[in-house]
């Protein structure tokens, strides 16, 4: 009888410590998990959730990039957002002709090379050069080529300078804009022309009525124009910017075309302009 009695007391002992230990590691890990929360979701003294830092910082960036779009034509913006929500790099094309200066750290590698620094893995930017007429252009596979990239955003220069060399008249060049915006449409619904003219000549007369004419054209057709020339001298100093023919800008010139589009693209203020 004292045997049994001895052994129920030592299964009874054994019982209670297995049982005492199993609470014990249950409110450890409770305890534990109470100060993951805690740690995870803090609340200021107001009683207001605070958002954990990483996302507080992802959010801020995803604000700051909203604010350096500002100037951009409000359908480009909205698709831009969209598409960084999927964390998909949203395509600018830059087309144009040899005044675009590709190969000489022109007016559009600087203007690349901003958008990149700044807008990062959420662009993407191409370059088109051309040496053609706005005919040749919608005619060709320089065109083809621009479309074929499926740009959400083109910032076209139309070879308005090249035309006025070719005898290409100011109707045949708004006409070949129009049959490349149309195209532009088919290839991607959601995406936006931007028009700009080509540099300024020193001394010219009927290039600038061609330049007004574009620009009226642009209006008209609710097409945004960026109209640069009045970032250049308008006096006999012009000729300081620009080749010697004329033909393209020189340094100093490419760097106001540069100038006026990267803070067009980048807003870097705090208000919008």
């Avoid at 209670?16 to 409770?30: A, P, R, S």
């Avoid at 740009?151 to 045949?172: A, C, K, M, R, Y």
């Amino acid at each position: 009888m004292k045997k049994l009695l001895l052994t129920l007391l030592a299964i009874s002992c054994v019982a209670f410590l297995y049982l005492g230990n199993m609470y014990w590691k249950e409110k450890t890990t409770l305890v534990a998990s109470e100060e993951k929360t805690t740690k995870t979701i803090e609340t200021s003294p107001s009683g207001e959730t605070q958002v954990p830092q990483k996302e507080a910082t992802e959010e801020e960036g995803k604000k700051d990039l909203d604010s350096l779009t500002a100037n951009w034509p409000e359908e480009a913006r909205t698709h831009f957002k969209e598409l960084m929500k999927k964390d998909e790099p949203f395509k600018l094309a830059i087309v144009g002709s040899p005044a675009m200066g590709e190969d000489e750290n022109g007016w559009a590698p600087q203007l690349k090379e901003k958008l990149l620094s700044e807008l990062g893995s959420q662009v993407e930017v191409e370059i088109f050069q051309s040496d053609v007429t706005s005919i040749e252009f919608i005619n060709g596979e320089e065109s083809d080529n621009v479309l074929a990239f499926e740009p959400n955003l083109v910032l076209l220069e139309p070879f308005s300078l090249t035309d006025n060399s070719n005898q290409v008249g100011t109707v045949q060049n708004h006409e070949s804009i129009l049959m490349f915006l149309r195209e532009m449409k088919e290839t991607n619904e959601d995406s936006v022309l931007l028009l700009q003219p080509p540099h300024p000549l020193e001394g010219a007369t009927y290039y600038p009525q061609q330049i007004e004419a574009l620009k009226e054209f642009a209006g008209e057709e609710s097409i945004s124009y960026l109209d640069h020339w009045d970032s250049w001298p308008d006096d006999k100093t012009l000729s300081d910017y620009l080749i010697e023919s004329q033909d393209t800008p020189n340094e100093k010139g490419h760097k106001i075309w540069a100038d006026y589009l990267i803070e067009y693209f980048i807003n870097e203020s705090s208000e919008v302009s």
